[in-house]
């Protein structure tokens, strides 16, 4: 059973069109992290989020917290073919630093 | 600075040899994390250290894994006898302090025929 749930698992877009990837959890995480990890490389984190339903912004990326912290979202606006790669979502049991992984979205933004 | 260093990036074996991974962790974290990335399973914690010390292993899938950090700039992911259902991706990630931010390395392809 897979503590973080993400959806879709594959998403295929063309250049220019929005998308929104879930993570979702029934546990309450004191912190959620988003992370990209393209093809060959190592996660490299984005944002933590850490307060029921806050949004944070990371120029064409959107962030949010689901106010029971059980869950968050990531809207993407304009996809650019950079954007292309894995998503995943890590989030800390409450009192723990030690993230639990979702499986991921996979990501290709075609030119 | 330099990032986690792993070593090395890609390791082809037959089933039944051993294996060891390394990690050069970033100068000054004091948190090292060993996962397992499958398609099937994602990315999986097997063991992490906090200076040196082993903290939680019970991630390791069975004795054939076992890790070393004999100091704070190195640390070893050894499988042996190694199995087909070893070959993932195995990174190493570091962070400093009680921090929410992981450090993760390239990565080693391990491939067990």
């Known amino acids: 059973t897979q503590l973080l749930e993400q959806s879709p698992q594959f998403l295929s877009i063309q250049e220019g069109e929005n998308l929104t990837v879930y993570c979702n959890s029934s546990s309450v995480f004191s912190s959620l992290q988003w992370y990209r990890q393209e093809p060959g490389e190592g996660p490299v984190l984005l944002v933590t989020?850490?307060?029921?339903?806050e949004v944070k912004k990371l120029k064409r990326l959107t962030f949010q917290f689901g106010d029971a912290r059980k869950d968050s979202s990531l809207h993407i606006t304009a996809a650019q073919p950079g954007d292309t790669g894995l998503y995943l979502c890590a989030g800390a049991p409450g009192g723990s630093y030690i993230p639990t992984f979702g499986r991921g979205t996979s990501l290709i933004v075609h030119p | 600075d330099a990032g986690v260093i792993q070593s090395p990036r890609h390791e082809v074996t037959e089933m039944g040899q051993e294996v060891t991974l390394r990690c050069k962790p970033i100068?000054?974290?004091?948190?090292l994390f060993w996962y397992r990335q499958t398609m099937m399973r994602g990315l999986e914690l097997l063991i992490y250290?906090?200076?040196?010390?082993?903290?939680?292993d019970s991630g390791m899938p069975e004795d054939r894994f076992s890790a070393k950090m004999p100091n704070a700039s190195f640390s070893t992911l050894k499988i042996q006898p190694s199995e087909p259902r070893d070959s993932a991706v195995y990174f190493c990630?570091?962070?400093?302090?009680?921090?929410?931010?992981?450090?993760f390395g390239p990565g080693t392809r391990l491939t067990v025929t």
């Open positions: 989020v850490v307060t029921g339903g």
């Open positions: 990630a570091s962070r400093q302090g009680q921090s929410y931010e992981q450090y």
């Open positions: 250290f906090n200076n040196n010390v082993p903290i939680d």
């Open positions: 100068s000054g974290h004091d948190y």
